[in-house]
């Protein structure tokens, strides 16, 4: 995939360390980007809560404690009463920090060490304590200071990080602070958006200080954040020559005995964002529900190997997975797929299939599309181990099994092997029965439009989300279900404005 110029890179704590090292080397001056840091925190929290008049900062031991003693200075200067709460004592502060105290003082600010009497109290919380130096579980005192401010009820803003977050995986070991607001510097972080993280990240503001990443060469971002705009940049007005096919046929095995609705919620799905042609091979039970909601769908009931070995020759895609359950059914289905050699989309009850009976099978042309428990039983690893580590178990899978892989779960992740892009989009509606089998058809109904089945899995990832945050946003999250996002879906997939082509007569 070519770098789309919207995306934003993300990278781990050591290698901003790494990029803060290198703009303090241009510059010639560390106090200067701390200032630089403190002043943007204190322009967003003036822009989120004007008229603030009291605000309680935390700082901890080092730099990211140094960022909090100039949110405070500033604060001060501007007549907002400022508690202090400091977690070293001042005198054991060293650098850049030493400095930016020694600002608060000048202000006026008097820290009050921390201690485990204190009621922590203002209108908002500055979460100043741990940032990219962090490492492994909060200790004392840190770890009961972050219960505290949890406990507080109050807002809370976070500098570079929640503190107890792990900003390279979005893992919380113990007990993160709750933020509303996370402002983030000189290189965004791969752990703000994925995983547990996403709870107790609030908002992500990202403040590059005036570095550019990219400029300080050598530092490749570890994965980049899709925008809205690629949705537009991948898929551009249809030719007005078009015929359907060069949109791509795509099969769906779907549905085995009494799971009819996996293979109608896929196939809906696969003819809403423009395949030239949907196939369904399924239950035999399934098909005169299927032909009564989409006669455009092509339905077929397929008892045995020869029907399904048919449908696969005449298709350019199949997705195979939703409700083909474990059995006799969904076994005979994912053999023929498999030894059809055909591009695939794979997911749900194929997967758990995959990891059970399959070994030594490595592809270039397919996708899977796990969700965390899925990926952990095609690595081997518990789901809890998936969830420590996305990017880590993303990388895993793809290496293991070849193609793109998706790693769904808020903060969804697609590798192919080469890029990996992370969806910041989509919504806690989702986390309802049948979403998946949505993306699945997306994905494969994307294949035949776009230039490789990656592209079809990233690009599908960011129109699925959208499309549910489009559905949420008009009534609510709570109820969401999987055949609500088909509307929306087809509205996204035709991201520019379509003109009558009879206003050109
Ligand atoms: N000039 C610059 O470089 C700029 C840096 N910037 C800012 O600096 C931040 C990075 O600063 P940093 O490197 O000082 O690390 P930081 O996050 O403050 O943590 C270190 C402190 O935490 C402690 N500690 C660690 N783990 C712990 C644990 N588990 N539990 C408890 N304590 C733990 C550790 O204690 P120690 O292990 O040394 O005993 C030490 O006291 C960065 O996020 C950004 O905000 C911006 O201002 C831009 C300019
Ligand atoms: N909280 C959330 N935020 C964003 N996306 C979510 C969230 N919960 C679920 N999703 C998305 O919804 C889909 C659920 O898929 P899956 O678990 O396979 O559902 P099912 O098996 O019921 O079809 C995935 O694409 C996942 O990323
Ligand atoms: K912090």
Redesign the pocket.
């Known amino acids: 995939m070519t770098a789309s110029s919207f995306q934003r890179p993300l990278y781990l704590?050591d290698q901003?360390?790494e990029l803060?090292?290198r703009?303090?080397d241009a510059e010639g001056d560390?106090?200067a980007?701390?200032r630089?840091?403190?002043e943007s925190a204190y322009e967003v929290l003036c822009a989120r809560w004007p008229g603030i008049r009291r605000v309680c900062v935390l700082c901890?031991?080092?730099?990211?404690?140094?960022?909090g003693y100039?949110v405070a200075a500033l604060a001060a200067a501007d007549g907002v009463a400022v508690d202090l709460v400091a977690?070293?004592p001042v005198a054991e502060l060293e650098?850049?920090?030493r400095r930016a105290a020694e600002l608060a003082a000048e202000a006026g600010v008097v820290p009050v060490a921390w201690n485990d009497e204190l009621t922590l109290d203002g209108e908002l919380m500055v979460d100043?304590?741990?940032?990219?130096?962090?490492?492994?579980?909060?200790?004392?005192?840190?770890?009961a200071a972050i219960s505290e401010v949890n406990a507080s009820g109050c807002p809370v803003m976070a500098?570079?990080?929640p503190s107890g977050v792990d900003?390279d995986t979005g893992h919380i070991e113990t007990e993160a602070v709750a933020a509303t607001l996370t402002v983030t510097?000189?290189g965004d972080k791969l752990g703000l958006h994925t995983g547990a993280a996403l709870d107790v990240v609030g908002d992500v503001i990202y403040a590059p200080?005036g570095v550019d990443p990219r400029s300080h060469g050598g530092i490749a971002p570890v994965a980049w954040l899709q925008t809205r705009q690629d949705l537009a940049r991948a898929l551009p007005p249809r030719r007005p020559g078009s015929h359907k096919g060069i949109y791509g046929h795509v099969l769906v095995v779907a549905g085995a005995p009494g799971m009819g609705g996996a293979a109608l919620m896929t196939s809906e799905m696969v003819a809403r964002v423009g395949a030239g042609k949907v196939s369904l091979a399924t239950d035999a039970a399934h098909v005169s529900a299927s032909l009564t909601r989409f006669p455009e769908i092509m339905a077929r009931g397929v008892r045995g190997a020869p029907d399904l070995e048919a449908m696969i020759e005449s298709a350019d895609t199949v997705a195979i997975g939703p409700g083909i359950g474990n059995g006799a059914w969904g076994q005979a289905a994912l053999r023929s797929v498999l030894d059809a050699g055909k591009p695939c989309v794979v997911d749900a009850d194929a997967l758990n299939l995959l990891a059970r009976e399959e070994s030594g099978i490595h592809r270039d042309d397919w996708v899977l599309t796990p969700h965390p428990g899925e990926a952990g039983r095609l690595l081997g690893i518990s789901t809890a181990e998936v969830e420590r580590d996305r990017r880590d178990a993303v990388i895993a899978l793809q290496r293991r099994w070849g193609g793109t892989v998706v790693l769904k779960g808020a903060g969804t992740l697609v590798y192919d092997g080469d890029r990996l892009t992370l969806c910041p989009f989509g919504n806690p509606g989702m986390a309802s029965g049948g979403m998946g089998d949505a993306l699945t058809g997306i994905i494969a109904g994307l294949s035949g439009q776009l230039a490789s089945l990656g592209e079809a899995a990233r690009i599908g990832v960011l129109l699925h989300a959208l499309a549910a945050d489009a559905a949420a946003l008009d009534a609510g999250e709570r109820g969401l279900l999987a055949t609500d996002l088909a509307s929306y879906a087809r509205t996204l997939a035709n991201p520019q404005p379509v003109s009558s082509h009879a206003d050109h007569a």
């Open positions: 704590a901003v360390r803060d090292r703009a303090i560390g106090f980007l701390m630089r840091a403190g901890g031991g080092g730099n990211n404690g140094g960022d100039i977690l070293k650098g850049d920090a100043a304590m741990l940032g990219t130096g962090a490492h492994g579980a909060p200790r004392p005192p840190y770890a500098l570079d990080a900003v510097f000189v200080l």
